[in-house]
Nanobody, 115 residues
């Protein structure tokens, strides 16, 4: 059974960096051809694709987030990470990590941006 679990602060102040971790169990993040994705859902809105990191460590980002986003990984811990810089209240959302190829999703974690 493959499980994904998001973790990180639930409250971030404006202008700071949002940092989240996705811990994967039951599958290796280095397994070909998996790509590991971050997605979010702001309140009252649809899903927004943020970006991904592949099994090789290559990354790709949505143009909407590219300028202030970094996705990285720690293969020794089977984790991958999201950093979203210079956040505003519009970044308030439920953040999900996922493997879309296999439709594996974490349960999501609420992040609120507020002073």
């Amino acid at each position: 059974q493959v499980l994904l679990q998001e973790s990180g602060p639930g409250l971030v102040k404006p202008s700071q960096t949002l940092s989240l971790t996705c811990t994967v169990s039951g599958a290796s993040i280095t397994t070909n051809p998996y790509a590991w994705t971050w997605i979010r859902q702001p309140p009252g809105k649809g899903l927004e694709w943020i970006g991904y990191i592949t099994y090789r460590g290559d990354t790709g980002y949505s143009p909407s987030f590219k300028s202030r986003t970094s996705i990285s990984r720690d293969t020794s811990k089977n984790q991958f990470f999201l950093q979203l810089r210079s956040v505003t209240p519009e970044d308030t959302a439920v953040y999900y990590c996922a493997c879309l190829l296999e439709d594996y999703w974490g349960q999501g974690t609420q992040v609120t941006v507020s002073s």
